[in-house]
């Protein structure tokens, strides 16, 4: 006969599994911090931070489940929400990709994804840019806090071993990503005006000239106009997005 859970597993211990559970899920998922580009090394130790200084906070004296069966549907729970509360915040970065992906169409340096999609991180650069920007500016103003806050959050919203709002959840996904992709068209809009201008006036070249090889003339220059558009708006971009950041992810913040 085995013995009792409360036998091989401290109350206490208990209570640091299951808030590390989504924590760890949550980190592993959401924007800035959990970013493939940074070292998983990096992601565990913010994990395991998080547990330490918000366990004796929110979940003090969980209730220790009867069986293992009850222990693991609770933290398969855990893990499920954390993800999706940290897929929630990385819909809020869309928007750079969004504004990276028009920047670059708009400028030429898409091309290649668009005659072979197998280059696609050709057209990937100014998304990159975009993207790596966007998250030293949340750090430079202090907005990673909101994420922080979130984490600490989730156990007001919703408490461990209840049963998640999925209808509301995924109401407020599909709103989140029409915002991101509005914003993301908001932030390029300057170069959408760009090459609609451009393309327009190189028509009328074409059709004054045809003995100019007008591609050859247009190409380079577009990614020229296109440098200088990004180098004088790139403030007034990043402006945009850290609004409808700190809009978004306040609620979740409990701001």
Do not use: C
């Not at 840019?129 to 994420?147: E, K, P, R, W």
């Amino acid at each position: 006969m085995l013995p009792p859970l409360s036998a091989l597993l401290p109350a206490e211990t208990w209570a640091y599994l299951l808030v590390f559970a989504r924590v760890g899920a949550m980190v592993a998922a959401m924007p800035v911090v959990g970013e493939t580009m940074a070292p998983q090394r990096v992601k565990l130790m913010i994990a395991l931070g998080l547990t330490l200084a918000l366990t004796p906070a929110v979940l003090a004296n969980p209730g220790m489940p009867p069986n293992f069966a009850m222990l693991a549907s609770l933290v398969a729970g855990e893990i499920v929400l954390g993800l999706a509360l940290g897929i929630l915040g990385r819909l809020v970065m869309s928007a750079v990709n969004v504004a990276g992906t028009i920047v670059a169409t708009q400028m030429g340096l898409a091309f290649a994804t668009s005659v072979d999609p197998s280059q696609e991180g050709q057209g990937a650069v100014v998304g990159a840019f975009l993207n790596l920007t966007a998250i030293a500016m949340i750090f430079a103003t202090d907005l990673h806090h909101l994420l922080i806050a979130a984490v600490r959050q989730s156990y007001d919203l919703f408490p461990s071993g209840g049963i998640p709002p999925t209808a509301e959840m995924a109401q407020w996904s599909a709103q989140l990503m029409s915002a991101a992709f509005a914003t993301g068209v908001q932030i390029a809009a300057p170069f959408l005006v760009f090459g609609i201008v451009f393309n327009v006036a190189a028509g009328v070249v074409s059709r004054l000239m045809p003995q100019v090889q007008i591609f050859f003339l247009v190409a380079p220059l577009t990614i020229l106009g296109g440098f200088v558009l990004l180098m004088f708006g790139l403030s007034a971009m990043m402006a945009v997005f850290l609004k409808f950041f700190e809009t978004s992810l306040r609620p979740l913040a409990g701001g």
